[in-house]
């Protein structure tokens, strides 16, 4: 699975921002596609998930904020969106897209990785 990421930028405190990940690839029924994050001096942090099997899930800091979404309406080619709402400074970091047969929290168990974007959140 090849992932890319984008859709980062400058936002103040209080606004909205959506990220894309084009997912490509043979099989991708298959995967769940998950969004990381990883602010500076700090470990990859699980954001959210989207499994054909089990639905949404969400990380702690994150949820009631952000809202993921798949479109696999393309067998070939798979397109991951995360709506970023009522973004915080604390929300500033590089965010990646990753996929694999399960939605783990932890950023480990994943293969796949798409090149991060970057999301800055500053007045």
């Known amino acids: 699975v090849q992932l890319q990421a984008s859709g980062g930028g400058s936002v103040q405190p209080g606004g909205s921002l959506t990220l894309s990940c084009v997912a490509s690839?043979?099989?991708?029924?298959?995967?769940?596609l998950t969004w990381f994050r990883q602010a500076p001096g700090k470990d990859r942090e699980f954001v959210a998930c989207v499994s054909n099997r089990d639905g949404t899930h969400y990380g702690d800091p994150v949820r009631g904020r952000f809202t993921v979404s798949r479109d696999n309406r393309d067998s070939a080619k798979n397109t991951l969106s995360l709506q970023m709402d009522s973004l915080k400074p604390e929300d500033t970091a590089l965010y990646y897209c990753?996929?694999?047969?399960?939605?783990?929290?932890?950023?480990?168990?994943?293969?796949?990785w798409g090149r991060g974007t970057l999301v800055t959140v500053s007045s």
């Open positions: 690839g043979r099989a991708l029924g298959r995967y769940v």
């Open positions: 990753a996929s694999d047969v399960a939605c783990h929290r932890s950023a480990g168990w994943y293969d796949h």
